[in-house]
């Protein structure tokens, strides 16, 4: 069964950072996928956050744009979000998923508060 599998979250003061990664071992054509980051906090809809496209084009929600980066390693077959200058309204469950697909991954919560 193909599956990702989020790591990486965890509790953060506003202005810190993380590294959430995303690893796709089961999908053997994982180079093919764009690949994506949404996220989703208590009682709100999911919101798209990022992609990476096959050919490394990147693209950014504007509430993020400029504090998260996302790239790829398709040699290992995971995607990974930068988190920079941390917001207490970035507090929301990250999930992976592979663009135009039904694979998501299960989520990795990130809290940030003081």
């Known amino acids: 069964q193909r599956k990702l599998v989020e790591s990486g979250g965890g509790l953060v003061q506003p202005g810190g950072s993380l590294t959430l990664s995303c690893a796709g071992d089961s999908i053997s054509i994982f180079d093919h996928y764009g690949m994506e980051w949404f996220r989703q906090a208590p009682g709100q809809q999911r919101e798209w956050v990022a992609r990476i496209g096959s050919e490394l084009t990147t693209y950014y929600a504007d509430s993020v744009s400029g504090r998260f980066t996302i790239s790829r390693d398709n040699n290992r077959k995971t995607v990974s979000l930068q988190l920079n200058s941390l917001k207490p309204e970035d507090t929301a469950v990250y999930f992976c998923?592979?663009?135009?697909?039904?694979?998501w991954g299960q989520g990795t919560q990130v809290t940030v508060s003081s």
């Open positions: 998923h592979a663009y135009g697909t039904p694979i």
